[in-house]
């Protein structure tokens, strides 16, 4: 469990700030509603400004889920590419819990440029 808190902590350091990556972007809001069967939809709201990392993954809340999580990077590099200021959709974790529960997300991303 450590080591892979660890990796994260990599990951994030080499993605670098969103100021690095997109000069252009002054922040992105994402909002997440968790879906999982059993358990009320859970709402997680993530803000990052131009000194966040640009690092746009969120990991599952599934504990026993392994290598999981939702990876918001080809749809923000997506946006930003497009320069698109909003977009919505679902996906689902990417791990490797075999569990018929597991979770997905319904997620809006909204944009913000520099003028």
Request: aromatic content about 10%.
């Amino acid at each position: 469990m450590m080591e892979r808190k660890q990796e994260m902590m990599r990951q994030r350091r080499e993605a670098g700030s969103v100021a690095t990556r997109f000069p252009e972007v002054s922040s992105i809001m994402m909002n997440m509603t968790y879906n999982q069967k059993g358990t009320k939809p859970i709402l997680r709201t993530f803000h990052f400004t131009p000194s966040s990392y640009a690092f746009f993954m969120v990991n599952c809340l599934k504990q026993e889920c392994i290598d999981g999580g939702f990876d918001l990077t080809q749809v923000i590099t997506t946006m930003i590419r497009n320069r698109r200021e909003d977009a919505r959709g679902t996906l689902s974790c990417k791990g490797t819990y075999s569990s018929t529960s597991h979770s997905d997300i319904v997620y809006e991303v909204a944009i913000q440029y520099v003028i």
